[in-house]
């Protein structure tokens, strides 16, 4: 397994656990086939670029947490503030 997968699989657990579960909005198919296209790729681009493609792995990681994906649905770290009770 590539050094980038394990950042790609976890980015696209998050986005999907924070809008289906959280959230509760549909499933879509095409978001765990898109983590699956995008861990290929990042584990292919990684044999030309390996510190570069592990880099943005981590980077994408982090957007994720942070930055609403979706306009509609909070970010996991807003949804994890609201949990504790902060107001966002």
């Known amino acids: 397994m590539a050094r980038s997968t394990g950042p790609i699989l976890a980015l ?3 986005t999907i656990g924070n809008s289906v ?3 509760g909005k549909p499933f879509d198919w095409w978001q765990p086939l898109a983590v699956g296209i995008t861990a290929v790729v990042f584990q292919a681009a990684e044999k030309i670029a390996p510190e570069w493609t592990v880099g943005l792995a981590w980077v ?3 957007t ?3 930055v609403r994906i979706d306009p509609r649905v909070p970010s996991p770290a807003e949804s994890f503030a609201q949990w504790l009770g902060y107001k966002t």
């Open 60 to 62: 994408a990681l982090a």
């Open 64 to 66: 994720v947490v942070l």
């Open 12 to 14: 696209g657990a998050i």
């Open 21 to 23: 579960v959280i959230h």
